[in-house]
């Protein structure tokens, strides 16, 4: 069992930055590749970013690539997610995730365990 914890809960305004934490216990954190993903009101959840197991790969969706920066502390066992630029269409629940397969990966099905999210608004 695999338990992840998101915090930096925020409310920003336009061209501001936040960085969301997800701190993980369970399982042995290092060698398992950490992803986010957001849902926004009444759409899909849509893959945002993750990253492999030691940090020398990332794979980011083109919506937020360029201003949001994925990175993980394995001796902390937490992943970041430093976000940039942020726009109104940024706004959504971000959840972190937990996936025992050794790729990048951008489907949701891929992933094993869940944060319970964590809400990012936007204003304008």
């Known amino acids: 069992q695999v338990q992840l914890v998101e915090s930096g809960v925020g409310l920003v305004q336009t061209g501001g930055s936040l960085r969301l934490s997800c701190a993980a216990s369970?399982?042995?954190?290092?060698?398992?590749?950490m992803g986010w993903f957001r849902q926004a009101p009444g759409k899909e959840r849509e893959f945002v970013a993750t990253i492999n197991w030691n940090g020398s790969r990332q794979l980011y969706a083109d919506s937020v690539k360029g201003r949001f920066t994925i990175s993980r502390d394995n001796a902390k066992t937490t992943v970041y997610l430093q976000m940039n630029s942020l726009k109104p269409e940024d706004t959504a629940v971000y959840y972190c995730?937990?996936?025992?397969?050794?790729?990048?990966?951008?489907?949701?099905?891929?992933?094993?365990?869940w944060g319970q999210g964590t809400q990012v608004t936007v204003s304008s």
């Open positions: 369970g399982r042995a954190f290092g060698t398992y590749v």
């Open positions: 995730s937990w996936s025992r397969r050794s790729g990048t990966y951008s489907r949701p099905e891929m992933y094993d365990y």
